[in-house]
Antibody, heavy 122, light 111 residues
Framework: QVQLQESGPGLVKPSETLSLTCTVS????????WGWIRQPAGKGLEWIGR???????NYNPSLKSRVTVSLDTSKNQFSLRLTSVTAADTAVYYC????????????????WGQGTLVTVSS | QSALTQPASLSGSPGQSITISCTGT?????????VSWYQQHPGKAPKLMIY???NRPSGVSNRFSGSKSGNTASLTISGLQAEDEADYYC???????????FGTGTKVTVL
C-alpha cells in the first residue's frame, strides 16, 4: 500500500519561503504524477501544482510565480517551495499521487498524505 | 479557472438516497469524462470515491455512484448511512492553464 507523509515547518514568517517535503513509501515514484493541494481552515481544496516522474511540472496560474515543485527520485521524495508567503497561504497542505490514467491526464489523486498545517505568522 | 459549482449542503435520512451536483463548463466537465469525487471527514485527508465519472476504486462501497450529463456531473449516495456524513468535493480535468480544478464542496448531513 502506497503511503505519503508530509514534513516541514509548521510556522513560517510573512515574506519568507514555505518548504515542504513529501516522502513516498510502499511504491515507486516512477510513472506517476505527484501533486500538492492545500485547504485553508473551513474552506475548499485548492490545486497547487504537480510533477511527473520525468520532471515535467504544471502549476496553478494564481500561484505560478511563487511555486516550485521538485523531485528526488533517489529518496522517493518530492517537494514544494512557495515564496513570499502571506497570511493567505495559511492552510493544511496535502501531497498526493495521481495515476496517469486515460490519455495521460492524471486527473485524479488516489493516495493522499495526512496533511500538514502551515501557519504564516510573525 | 473558476471552481466547479456544488451545493453548499445537503441532508438526508438513513436509508435514503441523495445526489450531489457538480456544475462546470465546456472547458472541463462538459468536454471531458475525467470527473472525480472525494469524501473528506473532519480533520482527515480527502478519499477518492469515484474517478473518470463512473469508476469506483477498489474498496469503495457500491452505494456510491457517479454520472454526467452535459456540463454537470453527479454523485449519488444510496442507502445513506451515518458514516457518509462528510464533505464531498468534485474535481475535473480542464483544458485551461490548470489541468485540474476542484468543486466548491458539499457538506452532507445524515439526519
Amino acid at each position: 500500500q502506497v503511503q505519503l507523509q508530509e514534513s516541514g515547518p509548521g510556522l513560517v514568517k510573512p515574506s519568507e519561503t514555505l518548504s515542504l517535503t513529501c516522502t513516498v513509501s510502499g511504491g515507486s515514484i516512477t510513472g506517476y504524477y505527484w501533486g500538492w493541494i492545500r485547504q485553508p481552515a473551513g474552506k475548499g481544496l485548492e490545486w497547487i501544482g504537480r510533477i511527473y516522474s520525468s520532471g515535467t511540472t504544471n502549476y496553478n496560474p494564481s500561484l505560478k510565480s511563487r511555486v516550485t515543485v521538485s523531485l528526488d527520485t533517489s529518496k522517493n521524495q518530492f517537494s514544494l517551495r512557495l515564496t513570499s508567503v502571506t497570511a493567505a497561504d495559511t492552510a493544511v497542505y496535502y501531497c498526493a499521487r495521481a495515476p496517469l490514467g486515460v490519455a495521460g491526464t492524471a486527473s485524479y489523486f488516489d493516495f493522499w498524505g495526512q496533511g500538514t498545517l502551515v501557519t504564516v505568522s510573525s | 479557472q473558476s471552481a466547479l459549482t456544488q451545493p453548499a449542503s445537503l441532508s438526508g435520512s438513513p436509508g435514503q438516497s441523495i445526489t450531489i451536483s457538480c456544475t462546470g463548463t465546456t472547458s472541463d466537465v462538459g468536454d471531458y469524462n475525467y470527473v472525480s469525487w472525494y469524501q473528506q471527514h473532519p480533520g482527515k485527508a480527502p478519499k477518492l470515491m469515484i474517478y473518470d465519472v463512473i469508476n469506483r476504486p477498489s474498496g469503495v462501497s457500491n452505494r456510491f455512484s457517479g454520472s454526467k450529463s452535459g456540463n454537470t456531473a453527479s454523485l449519488t449516495i444510496s442507502g445513506l448511512q451515518a458514516e457518509d456524513e462528510a464533505d464531498y468535493y468534485c474535481s475535473s480535468y480542464t483544458s485551461s492553464s490548470t489541468p485540474c480544478v476542484f468543486g466548491t464542496g458539499t457538506k452532507v448531513t445524515v439526519l
